[in-house]
């Protein structure tokens, strides 16, 4: 069973919205801050949002600070990223992750294969 299920993705122009989730299957997902990266062609990988084990605290990058938004539902096992005012350079894949740590996101223990996210102009 893959432990972190992306979906939600697709094409949207620009100033446009989409809400990313992220299905986790792991037994313990309260236990983890969960997170949101991505990776365009040609790119390095970027950190987009955090969000902390119990959804009481989320930080993010620059970049998307202000029209990205982070949720968790830990009932259902599940993490959001609302993407709002979408710019062509959002386009990318977007990965959520889980990992031990809220700080230190990119220590993750689990990732998902990806969601992908194509913003027109």
């Known amino acids: 069973q893959v432990p972190l299920v992306e979906s939600g993705g697709g094409l949207v122009q620009a100033g446009g919205s989409l809400r990313l989730s992220c299905a986790a299957s792991i037994r313990t997902f309260s236990r983890y801050a969960m997170g949101w990266f991505r990776q365009a062609p040609g790119k390095e990988r970027e950190f987009v949002a955090a969000i902390t084990r119990s959804g009481d605290s989320t930080r993010y990058a620059d970049s998307v600070k202000g029209r990205f938004t982070a949720s968790r539902e830990n009932v259902k096992n599940t993490v959001y990223l609302q993407m709002n005012s979408l710019k062509p350079e959002d386009t990318a894949i977007y990965y959520c992750?889980?990992?031990?740590?809220?700080?230190?996101?990119?220590?993750?223990?689990?990732r998902g294969q990806g969601t992908q996210v194509t913003v027109s102009s």
């Open positions: 992750a889980a990992s031990p740590s809220y700080y230190l996101m990119s220590q993750y223990d689990y």
